[in-house]
Structures are given as structure tokens and as C-alpha cells.
């Protein structure tokens, strides 16, 4: 059992972590107390053309008590920060990636048995929690101090060596590998679309205007003469800029996947100039 002991995150329990957590063990007791339930939402890679609802189902059902109490314990101290500094639609949606991630190389690397368990999204939240912040402490059975780091770089590796070697210990360790992976490829990609849109932030001044000193004009006194932009006029441009600003700082609080049709063409249209610059 491994968890972070305090490193500036408090101990609150945030709304979409909360609700996870509520939503397993509801599943949980559900498929305790009628069993055919966890057959049917059960992740099994030869049966997926025809249960396609168990690529995602599958990261809320457990195979005992102890295999949710550690993903829940996980969910709990890794994913609060997470979604206090992402907001919820971005952490669930990591989540829900995460749980996909794991679904795909189950069925990729053909594991025979049955899939169940968060772990995938977990393993998921571990990577992005030591992205953030690998040097947080991270104590094993809460008394040995780990970075985080290191701690889901050995994670990630025992799951390869065992996935690799075809240990039968009852354990999906692909799955957890897939939850790895793609929240590894997920965070690189918002991470690239986030730095470009700082980049297109900054590559947009906020005044276009030039003056030369020194012109003359009819009168033959010299005179000083603001000139227009060839491409865009500055009301135009302040109304562009202010409105960037704003989408970056709501991709900031709640991802991409947040903004409307009108906020992608504002960004459509500075990249458009951005280019012709």
C-alpha cells in the first residue's frame, strides 16, 4: 500500500473523486449481492465485439475487498491534488482515458481471463500525480519515504517484467500498462496544445500600431502619423486578444473539451493570423 504523506495538498476530498469513489463501491456491494452483475460488466478481451460497454465498466467492478480498498486508497490521495489543480471535467476525463488505456492493451496483447478493477485509471492518476510532482514523498505501508518518481517508474517497470514474462498470478498487468501509456500519451498531447497556445498568446501583440516620426505632412511640417496594419485593424485585434485570454484561462480550469464551437473559432482565427504573421 503506498500513499503521500504531506507535501502541501490537505486531505480534501474533491467532488469527482468522491463520486468515483461512491460509484465502485456501490458496484461493488451491487455485484456482491448478485453476482451475475459483475459477469456482465466484466472486461473479457474475447468477448468485447459483443460487450462493448465492458470497455469502460470494467474499471468499476472488483474481484474483493482488498483489490478495491487499494485502488480507492490510491484514487483518494493521488487524484484530490489532481483535480484541485486540473477541475473536474479535466480529471475525469483523464479518468475515464486511463481506464480505455487499460481496456485496449488487454485486447491488443490477447490477456485470456477476465478484466476487473480500477487499476488502470489508478495507475494512470499515479503517473500524472509524479509528473506534477515528482519529488513528492510518497510512503510505502506509510512509514518508508519514496519519491513519486520512483515509485511509478518501479510500478511501471514490474508490470512490464511481469506482463512480459507471462507471470499467472491472477493479475491484468497489461491493463495496468495501459493506463500508463495512455495517460502518458494523453498529458504529452495537452501539454504540447497547451505550450502552442502560450506561444500563439504571446506571438500576438497587443498593439499593431506603428508610428514614423519625422514624416511631413502637405504643410511641409513634420508630423507624426500612426499607421494602420496591413492585416488587421486594432479594435479588431484588442477584441481577438481579450478574447484568447479568456479561452486560454478556461482550457486552464477545465481542458479543451470544454469549449464551445464560437471559443474554437476564436482560436481557429488567432492561429489563422498567427500563421499569416
Not at 481506464?99 to 490477447?110: C, D, E, N, P, Y
Not at 498470478?169 to 495501459?178: K, S
Request: proline letters at 4%.
Amino acid at each position: 500500500m503506498a500513499f503521500h504523506g504531506s507535501y502541501g495538498f490537505g486531505w480534501g476530498l474533491t467532488t469527482w473523486v468522491k463520486r468515483l469513489l461512491i460509484a465502485n463501491v456501490a458496484v461493488f456491494f451491487l455485484c456482491w449481492l448478485q453476482p451475475v452483475v459483475g459477469r456482465y460488466l466484466a472486461l473479457d478481451p474475447s468477448l468485447v465485439l459483443n460487450r462493448p460497454w465492458t470497455i469502460l465498466t470494467y474499471g468499476f467492478v472488483h474481484g474483493g475487498f482488498w483489490h478495491l480498498a487499494f485502488n480507492m486508497l490510491a484514487l483518494f490521495f493521488f487524484g484530490s491534488p489532481l483535480e484541485a489543480r486540473w477541475g473536474g471535467r479535466e480529471f475525469l476525463r483523464f479518468y475515464l482515458i486511463s481506464v480505455l488505456g487499460g481496456a485496449a492493451f488487454s485486447f491488443v496483447f490477447a490477456y485470456h481471463g477476465t478484466v476487473v478493477g480500477a487499476s488502470a485509471a489508478v495507475y494512470g492518476i499515479m503517473l500524472a500525480f509524479a509528473m506534477n510532482w515528482p519529488d513528492a514523498p510518497v510512503y510505502i505501508f506509510g512509514i518508508f519515504p519514496v519519491k513519486a518518481k520512483w515509485l511509478v517508474a518501479g510500478l511501471a517497470g514490474i508490470s512490464l517484467l511481469s506482463g512480459v514474462s507471462g507471470v499467472q498470478d491472477g493479475t491484468a498487468h497489461f491493463a495496468h500498462l495501459g493506463g500508463f501509456v495512455a495517460g502518458f500519451l494523453y498529458l504529452k498531447l495537452f501539454d504540447s496544445v497547451s505550450a502552442r497556445l502560450r506561444r500563439l498568446k504571446k506571438s500576438l501583440p497587443r498593439s499593431r500600431f506603428s508610428v514614423i516620426s519625422g514624416a511631413k505632412n502637405d504643410g511641409g511640417a513634420r508630423s507624426t502619423i500612426p499607421v494602420e496594419p496591413r492585416r488587421l485593424r486594432r479594435r479588431d485585434e484588442e477584441r481577438l486578444l481579450d478574447e484568447v485570454d479568456r479561452v486560454l484561462d478556461k482550457i486552464s480550469e477545465s481542458g479543451l473539451a470544454s469549449l464551445s464551437p464560437d471559443e474554437r473559432r476564436v482560436l481557429d482565427e488567432a492561429s489563422r493570423r498567427y500563421r499569416q504573421n
